[in-house]
């Protein structure tokens, strides 16, 4: 047993040895100044593909130190109110705070803790924002040594001026202007609370939204957000006792209203939305948080061609200028987007966002959510028909020869042979475009015209799951997933364009997949930084599946509804998409060099939910295969200008002529390029009447799906939700059976932005 003498030298040995490291620690420390962290605001650069300059944006003229007596002291009260009640009398730290960060390291999370303003300032104009050991222990040294050297007001006054406010705005005169257009002095109690809010985190309290980094801080989400923090910070604020009864009255009687989002300097037409991307890109693949990144210093190697960017709103604009009369009701809220890709590399040539920042449109329409894809979505299915098979095949895969029954009003059935039901019970009905009496055709002709009976019945016989699997394994994203009911298989889900670029590009490159990129390197102040190597190329489907998809849709273009594209003046393939009561239209098509994706919708500026494009353009409907693919051709003419045309690798026959119920044995002679009879306008007009929906007591497969309530399945028609229903000619509701296994996941992730962003 060792003596106590012997313990308790040790134990005064070991405290000690804290103080004197706690002593040479506080030593080596200085303070931090607010003037230095101004200093070091600088811009980014953005390159283009080539290496010559795209843009220098940033914060770094955006940024105006101002002393403690011009910040309203209603400002000072709604921080110290709202993160710090005790910051006049506290010490500077947060030791429980600091103890709770060491505690989440020891357990392998993150060392993030409760802070206080003086350490918060301290973060702003010292340290990185790196959650380490180290930095915790430099960060409490600093902070109480800047507590002891520096008053609380020049403490208050260097965080509110070192503090980020979002869009680039650094700091309280900066922010005031951004937000109010006047100087901080000026700023009222409300306004205040309003900025106060803010740094709780301006992606989440803009009420302009910021999609751009996080989907899910939509405008609408952000307002109510915000409200509810302004409104507490107020109450504090009043139950502190900082402002009187009378001025609390008067600034919850009204919400502050922020000014609009403005474009910076350089951030015009498409460059805003390809800034925006790649930032996104640059967030979600490295640990640079943004107010690291707005504060400049950043050189970022994009992917895009200058040349392919510029045709491809050249090509918009043409289309647009030819068909589009904004004086008129129906043509106005118009927008479009686009994006390009290049298969078996992932690469984001081009792509067109919007209008362009300065004129009020901040969404990138490239990388937005919530635009219904319609027939687009009709290869997944044959797809996964061709590598699964369907539950009568035993896992053999079918033949795009196979016949289904192509009649409207078609009864659609379960595995099991019963019938899918609406609500009241009767057989649901799914409609197509028109009355045509199609018959049993085979689905490559269902294919070529856009027939919707056949494939929500391919659909339920390979198993929605299946379809959503070969989807995801393509490069869509599972959180623009819609629920796998019957019309799954009709283009409910609402990927972006991007990421419809890139699962087709994995058509194009017979069945590899890369994910879609926007940034080759970042450097900063010369050093590259990692996390930017290519995405991994992926075999995401056999090679004569993705094969035949696409001979299958270089006949739509040959024969069917994307007639229009035969202009390009080379093999291409490409499929046509338009959704329920026409609120959106699309069309996806390649060649081996590029993958190209087109959406056009109309959608109601202030509930950012989709309006009806019935009418617009003079027309009694808008389909994928008239405007959009106008806008495709126009495009790939001239980014394909001068390139080879070596068309596709040639499909081998594929699988078993395995018909749907109720087919004619199929002919030993029947091939996949059989055309059958009778014919009709590849670009039908009827439109067609919803059927009503299901109810909540309809039955279901119980092997197979289970049923949901009619408000889980329908969703929003704007960003963020999608129709019921969806398809070439206006596809119509559908029940809610779903397969067991729903692939639903988090949202964001990868579209070659943040989000995966959101998207690249």
């Known amino acids: 047993m060792p003596s106590w003498k012997l313990v308790s030298g040790l134990c005064l040995a070991f405290f000690g040895g804290l103080v004197a490291v706690a002593g040479i620690g506080y030593a080596m420390v200085s303070v931090p100044s607010e003037e230095n962290a101004a200093a070091r605001s600088e811009n980014n650069v953005y390159y283009w593909e080539d290496g010559t300059q795209m843009v220098a944006t940033g914060s770094g003229q955006n940024r105006q130190n101002v002393t403690i007596d011009r910040i309203p002291e209603a400002m000072r009260w709604a921080v110290i109110s709202a993160e710090n009640k005790s910051f006049y009398t506290d010490s500077g730290i947060d030791p429980m705070g600091i103890a709770r960060a060491l505690g989440n390291m020891a357990r392998g999370g993150d060392t993030q803790g409760g802070s206080t303003i003086t350490q918060q300032f301290v973060k702003n104009t010292y340290l990185t924002q790196e959650q380490t050991l180290s930095r915790k222990f430099k960060e409490m040294f600093i902070s109480i040594k800047v507590g002891t050297k520096l008053s609380k007001d020049e403490i208050l006054q260097g965080y509110l001026n070192t503090s980020y406010y979002g869009r680039g705005a650094y700091g309280i005169q900066a922010a005031a202007q951004t937000y109010y257009g006047k100087d901080a002095v000026d700023l009222t109690p409300s306004e205040c609370a309003f900025l106060a809010a803010l740094l709780k985190g301006p992606t989440y309290y803009d009420p302009a939204g910021n999609q751009s980094i996080d989907s899910s801080a939509t405008p609408e989400a952000n307002r109510e957000r915000s409200e509810e923090r302004w409104g507490w910070i107020l109450e504090q604020m009043h139950t502190d006792e900082r402002i009187s009864d009378a001025e609390y009255k008067t600034a919850v009687k009204k919400y502050p209203e922020p000014q609009g989002r403005k474009a910076t300097k350089g951030m015009t037409g498409q460059i805003s939305y390809l800034v925006d991307t790649a930032k996104r890109y640059v967030l979600k693949n490295s640990e640079i948080t943004e107010a690291q990144f707005d504060q400049g210093g950043y050189q970022i190697y994009t992917t895009f061609e200058k040349d392919k960017v510029e045709a491809l709103a050249k090509a918009v604009k043409k289309v647009e200028k030819e068909n589009i009369d904004p004086k008129r009701e129906l043509d106005q809220h118009v927008q479009f987007g686009a994006a390009t890709v290049k298969p078996n590399d992932g690469a984001i040539v081009a792509l067109y966002g919007g209008a362009g920042f300065e004129n009020g ?23 996964a028909a061709m590598q699964y098979g369907t539950y009568k095949t035993d896992g053999v895969g079918i033949s795009p020869a196979s016949k289904y029954n192509g009649n409207d009003r078609l009864k659609i059935r379960n595995n099991d042979g019963s019938f899918v039901l609406n609500k009241d019970q009767s057989p649901f009905l799914q409609k197509n475009e028109g009355p045509f009496p199609w018959g049993f055709i085979s689905l490559r002709k269902a294919m070529e015209q856009s027939v919707n009976t056949p494939f929500v019945q391919l659909g339920m016989d390979v198993g929605m799951k299946k379809v959503a699997d070969v989807a995801q394994k393509s490069g869509i994203l599972k959180d623009s997933f819609a629920g796998l009911n019957a019309s799954f298989a009709l283009g409910t889900s609402t990927p972006s364009a991007i990421r419809m670029a890139d699962a087709y590009a994995t058509f194009a490159a017979s069945g590899k997949q890369a994910d879609p990129y926007s940034v080759t390197a970042v450097k900063h102040r010369g050093s590259e930084l990692p996390g930017f190597e290519k995405p991994r190329i992926k075999q995401a489907m056999p090679e004569n599946v993705a094969n035949n998809v696409t001979d299958v849709l270089e006949n739509v273009i040959e024969n069917g509804t994307g007639y229009h594209a035969q202009d390009l003046g080379r093999r291409a393939a490409g499929k046509t998409g338009t959704t329920d ?28 939910k989709l309006l009806s494009m019935n009418g617009t353009a003079g027309k009694d409907s808008i389909h994928g295969g008239d405007i959009p693919t106008e806008v495709w051709t126009e495009f790939m003419k001239a980014a394909l200008k001068g390139e080879s045309d070596p068309g596709f690798p040639k499909a081998e026959k594929i699988g078993e002529v395995a018909d749907g119920i109720g087919a004619p044995s199929p002919s030993p002679s029947v091939t996949e390029t059989e055309e059958e009879t009778p014919s009709a306008p590849p670009t039908p007009t009827e439109t067609v009447t919803t059927p009503p929906p299901p109810t909540e007591t309809e039955t279901c497969d119980p092997f197979d799906f289970r049923c949901r309530d009619e408000d889980e399945e329908t969703g929003g028609t704007g960003p963020g939700g999608s129709d019921n229903g969806g398809t070439d000619g206006g596809a119509s509701s559908s029940p809610d059976p779903t397969d067991s296994e729903d692939p639903g996941g988090p949202r964001g992730g990868g579209n070659g932005g943040f989000l995966g962003g959101g998207s690249g």
């Open 361 to 383: 449109h901040f969404n990138n329409n490239a990388d937005t959510s919530g635009i219904p894809v319609g027939s687009t979505w009709k290869p997944f299915v044959l797809a």
């Open 581 to 608: 009561e026409n609120k959106s239209a699309w069309f996806v098509g390649y060649t081996q060099q590029l993958s190209t994706a087109v959406a056009m919708f109309r959608e109601d500026p202030k509930s950012h």
